[in-house]
């Protein structure tokens, strides 16, 4: 069997030397198509790269090249290489059938040093989602109403015939649409929608220079810089860099607006900071601070506290409240107001005490003020897993790894999931814990 093989091998090998392709390889760059499964084999043979290290399988048309004989040719980064602490560089491979990418043969047109550098593509698209465009209208609101004229993220044509033929409003409208609508974003072209594309410049009366770079990932996820650019009508298409996943969560540095904004992909939080210097937080879940020494804040103005439900302020010393000026307490239902141990009432001037009804001062026995109730929360000290006792917070972020509620409650689901699994299939309590 080995033997057999070798003979094939040694075959192969003494045709290529001598095939006149060999002086064709030493004369420049040639374009090869990429393939991925053998066509003429049963079942399909994968032509994947199975070392990971950015090889593609593929063949050269001038050269006499077959879908089902392709060659594998290494990759050449733009940029890397090696120091003490490893390995560093840039690693982009593009994936799927029939894809045109740049080779060329080293050293002297050496067929076994076969490189590929490059990709032929008609049109560049890095914007996650697609770039943004006229809404096409197809029953589910968009371009509609008020979204009449609200641009929506679009599908972009794959070749330059596609987008020759192509309206605008005629591409179809890409799911990310959907992502948008649930963050809130889709009417918001600063943080929803985007015109990033190196398509948007050159597409003016009066051609510009391309003023966007990045590059996009073939799930979606995206990195794109855009320098700005203002279009024939005066249109301001703002200086950003976007850093998007292919579910939607963003971060957005806005240079010409001069905001930061973070946002995750269904919109349940996000946090922004604006050009003034505001910061804002939306939580829709719990929004969890903590700190190991003094928390300090201080508004130069007012501070103003309110919570659809209780406030709950617990100090583990002592608890001081200074104005100023006035002092108001004030509240639609009952006081109260206790001490376990003595209670001091020092008043510099007057004491006025006025009551609807009778004022007892020696009993009957008053109702007791409500405790705030404590728990311990896990903490983590010097690497060391501990706990807090005795506070009143609800969840308390540590140093990192912080086990988040989120994280709990899946880990409850699983658990909870395993063993009614095991129920079913007559597992013991021993064989579930392993």
Sequence with gaps: ?????????LKREASNISSPILEELEKGIYKAITVQK????????????????????????????????????????????????????????????????????ADGGNATEGYWFAV?????????????????????????????????????????GDAAITKEKELENNPRNKIL??????????RGTSTSSPLRDASYEIPQETKVTGWKTPAGSSITMDDGSINDTGEIHAEQIRITTASGAAVILDGSNDFIYAVNSSGSGWVEIGANGEVMVYAEGSLSMRTEK??????????????????????????????TEELHLRSKGNQFLQSEAGMNINVGVNCIVTTGGVLHLNGPIASESELILVDSMPDIQDLTCTEVKDTIVSEMPTH?????????????????????????????????KK
């Excluded at 079942?43 to 290290?53: A, E, Q």
């Excluded at 589910?140 to 609200?150: N, S, W």
């Excluded at 909870?416 to 597992?427: E, I, N, Y």
């Design 294 to 323: 003094d928390f300090n804040l201080r508004a130069d103005k007012n501070i103003n506290l309110e919570a659809g439900e209780n406030i709950n302020i617990r100090s583990v010393e002592n608890t001081k409240i200074n104005a």
């Design 181 to 190: 609508a649930d963050q809130g974003t889709y009417s918001d072209p600063l």
């Design 400 to 432: 990192e790894p912080f086990i988040r509620t989120q994280a709990k409650e899946l880990k409850e689901t699983a658990s909870a999931f395993a063993k009614a699994t095991a129920s079913k299939k007559g597992l013991d309590k021993a064989e579930i």
């Design 38 to 105: 053998n066509p003429k084999a049963n079942p399909p043979t994968p032509f994947i790269d199975p070392t990971g290290r950015g090889r593609l399988a593929a063949y050269v048309p001038a050269l006499g090249g077959r879908p089902d004989d392709p060659d594998f040719f290494e990759y050449a980064s733009p940029f890397g290489g090696t120091v003490k602490e490893g390995n560093y560089g840039f690693f982009g491979v593009p994936v799927g059938e029939a894809v045109t990418i740049l080779v060329f043969f």
């Design 1 to 9: 069997m080995k033997d057999g093989k070798l003979k094939r091998a």
């Design 120 to 160: 032929a593509q008609s049109i560049p698209d890095i914007v996650s989602g697609g770039c943004s465009g006229e809404a096409k209208v197809t029953g589910d609101g968009q371009g509609e109403g008020v979204f009449k004229d609200i641009n929506a993220c679009k599908t972009q044509p794959k070749t330059i």
